[in-house]
């Protein structure tokens, strides 16, 4: 791998920010404050990572105006508003770029497949009929794209991803390793003490822009489809289940997982290891802290939060006792008894004083 | 893919339902209520699903008698005593068939391997020593059954799904995309501040009719040997650790995890993301919420619960700072508190009276 | 496979063992208490089992000292001071041994690649630039090893395993089947309204001795690397994100995650399906009990939990009415009141007394 390198000018501008110091400056790489060499860039998040940064060996430093004064040892500096979408954004500068094309000669592909020319299909991938992939796509070595599926531009697919039951993936979607798209739902029919099997006859819809970590599942839908709007981004090991729908910009954090037939609205972020339970609505723009439980319909923006706070072993053992005995105790009642007591004695201790 | 079209009266006959309506009415498909279109079927799923029903635009409607007096603008029905069986039911006749036989000629199968030749073996998939296929059992490409796995008949084994450790599974046994099934289980010996492998020589036994979902674990035993009975039925993204046993027909919805050697009994529910610590027995007819954690021996059948509710998360903050402090809060002490200096206040009002 | 015989006394010489019986009594393998047939040998581990091991079959059995007197119908032992340990050691002795080497035809191996002589690769192994495998390793069936990943020396990498990232691996490491090592963390930066896709640039570095489970995400760093150290192991479905660090000897079971650039200490224990939000410092020696919400850094060792205990259905309905009334009622204060109340009225009393 050839290292590319580029003028501090030359990324400053990439970024739209103000140079200062050395324009030719040469930088090799991207760096965090902490372990950046002098031929490295690496930038200062807000003031709790100042004094980091003061004793960064960084070559330069993207930083916002009010910062640049604090840091009188340093000399270049990309000045922005946002330095931590500057870095998003040099990123992918540094990123090596992916360049291969074609068709490996052990790929598996249906006949009836229609492959575009600038498309990458990697090593011992099997592609079934009928499907489509589009321009600039990389689907990575040993994938499985099953009977049917349609998978837009730009996307890239890891390597040992299914995808499965018909799915219709858009545009510079993003798929990583071993990850399950449109396997099938979990539904069955009680009847005479046994599970009858529902088979699932619905798909998976996945909008534009959609980003699905590794060793996901996402189930199709019962007889509708299961929908992952527009922008959609999902960590590591998260669950949705057949005919959930996901609203636009969306973000679900690692280990969470959504019950059947909820709905979750535009904007909202889930953080790690929630669950959801089925056949809810969750309104736009809601938050959910860690571990959440949600088993009710959400109709107002806001964060919500469930469980207890960490505790040391011992003390925790006692709370949980109390929390058992919270189910017979009636706490608002203890209230209005200490209210209605403290009266009492009030007026005892005035008939008391009457009577002296 | 062709589509099949049916009669009405033939899905009538089919799901043992009484016929209302054009006999000769064809029927392309299964469709919700809300999606349906003029030539698909959709069925009734009790009274609260009654307002989308009037509005469906479904061709037919599976309905129970009860409804029908509710539908007057509706003209075909099938009526049955329970819509949503006879739905589970239809849903295999539009299920599109695996009509595939043979092995993929990329297939890597070892000499001794037994294949049923009606079994179907995808491409790269690779059979271990000693394996044994069934009739009609459909392995995916990609799959990797290793050395000594045994598989049944009219099996489904999806796109890289593990089979390792020895495992033996039965008959019509449906295992999702990505699954790990026998994988070493988590066993170390503490000694002198590291952990000592333990070799696991034990293996899974998978039985009849078993559904296991997309990325799951399932551990081969320590010695003795990891149980999954027939009619076990388990979604997406489970962990089932080693010297585990699972009873006949019970459920285990997504994200559960089951810790080493315990025993959950027969036509048990565990709803999603539920923990189970290890070495515990669970009786039969017993239902765990969604996340709840299991710390306990369970010998009475009924529903169990545990984690707080949802709240706001302001509230939420409070709560949790009094939750630490029931810690030392001795809540049956106060209402016995309470009583008694109830107790006080009278004696001493009643004293104050005697002595008016 | 041929079963290897093993005489008792060659048995207690390799777990340094006192021998008690018959020397040249023949083993053909380890087993359970239970389960164990008269040429097969047990352990019991501790006073607990000791009724189990009075009736076992085993034809040998592994004890410590004390315990030999309560067993007196068996004759053939193995005194050690720890059985487990011995019968840890033991599985080894009975685990069948991998003896293939080479490369099979079927894998795609870059010409950059170096492999030792004594490595193993499996069928359609996909071995990308410049990797490197150590001697004695072995990659099993459908590996996929992206470009730029170094594996020491005697691992073992299962199938379907996805290693990206350029991820550096020590030796004697196990990564168990469908595992993800390196694929991309979960970096947005927000901005008007969207996620910018943060490019992952840093990599994964694990250490020697490490183990990890199926189906785990294990993320590449953003620009610093992720770390496991020496002799971390880590059970199935387990969520590492980009950025943290593990210390030695920590322990991590099934489905606990941890999010992005916390560090956890040494010889931690996290049992199943703990959550720790990121950016946070665990020292070492800490314990986390089943499904703990780790939200804040831990600085002394200990052991730590939250949650609630598993309660009955209905009563737990109550308790979290309760859990929510307990944001407005103010415990500590609640006490006090009582205490002031108590106070109260024995003022009263006593002037009555004086009064009376």
Redesign the interface.
């Known amino acids: 791998?050839n290292i590319h390198q580029y003028r501090l000018e030359e990324l400053a501008k990439i970024v739209n920010g103000e140079l200062i110091g050395q324009a030719d400056f040469q930088i090799v790489?991207?760096?965090?404050l902490?372990?950046a060499k002098a031929n490295q860039i690496s930038f200062v998040n807000g003031d709790k990572y100042l004094d980091t940064a003061v004793l960064s060996t960084a070559g330069a430093l993207i930083i916002n105006q009010s910062l640049k004064e604090h840091l009188p040892a340093h000399q270049n500096f990309i000045i922005v508003d946002?330095p931590?979408?500057a870095?998003?954004?040099l990123?992918?500068v540094?990123?090596p770029k992916f360049t291969k094309q074609g068709v490996?000669k052990?790929a598996?592909i249906d006949p009836s497949a229609v492959i575009s020319e600038s498309a990458y299909i990697?090593?011992?991938v099997?592609i079934g009929a009928?499907c489509v992939i589009g321009d600039d796509t990389i689907i990575?070595?040993?994938a499985?794209i099953?009977d049917?599926v349609k998978i837009g531009k730009a996307c890239f697919i890891?390597?040992?991803v299914?995808i499965?039951g018909m799915a219709k993936i858009g545009d510079r979607v993003?798929i990583?390793?071993?990850?399950?798209i449109g396997?099938?739902g979990?539904?069955?029919?009680p009847?005479q003490?046994?599970?009858?099997?529902?088979?699932?006859?619905g798909s998976v819809q996945i909008g534009n822009?959609v980003?699905i970590?590794?060793?996901?599942?996402i189930?199709r839908g019962?007889?509708?489809d299961t929908i992952l709007e527009n922008?959609v981004?999902i960590?590591?090991?998260v669950?949705i289940?057949h005919n959930v729908r996901i609203g636009e910009?969306t973000?679900i954090?690692?280990?969470s997982?959504i019950?059947g037939s909820t709905t979750i609205g535009k904007?909202c972020i889930l953080?790690?290891?929630c669950?959801v339970?089925g056949h809810l609505t969750i309104t736009d723009n809601v938050?959910?802290?860690?571990?959440?439980?949600?088993?009710?319909n959400?109709l107002e923006p806001?964060?919500?939060?469930?469980?207890?706070?960490?505790?040391?072993?011992s003390?925790?053992?006692?709370?949980?006792?109390?929390?058992?005995?919270?189910?017979?105790?009636p706490?608002?009642k203890?209230?209005k008894?200490?209210d209605h007591?403290?009266a009492?004695?009030e007026s005892?201790?005035s008939?008391?004083k009457l009577r002296k």
Chains 1, 2, 3 share one sequence.
């Open positions: 791998m790489g991207l760096a965090s902490a372990q946002n931590y979408l870095f998003a954004i990123t992918h540094f990123e490996e052990t598996q990697g090593h011992y099997v009928d990575q070595s040993q499985k099953d049917g890891d390597s040992h299914t499965t993003r990583h390793a071993n990850t399950v396997s099938e979990f539904g069955f029919a009847y003490g046994k599970w009858n099997r529902i088979a699932q006859l822009d980003r970590g590794s060793n996901c599942s189930d019962a007889i509708d922008g981004i960590d590591n090991l669950q289940a910009n973000a954090a690692a280990k997982g019950a904007n953080a790690g290891a669950g339970v938050t959910f802290t860690g571990m959440s439980m949600v088993t009710k959400i806001g964060t919500y939060s469930s469980g207890t706070g960490l505790m040391e072993n003390q925790w053992k006692r709370a949980v006792v109390r929390f058992r005995q919270l189910a017979d105790v706490l608002t203890i209230m008894r200490l007591i403290q009492q004695i005892i201790e008939t008391l």
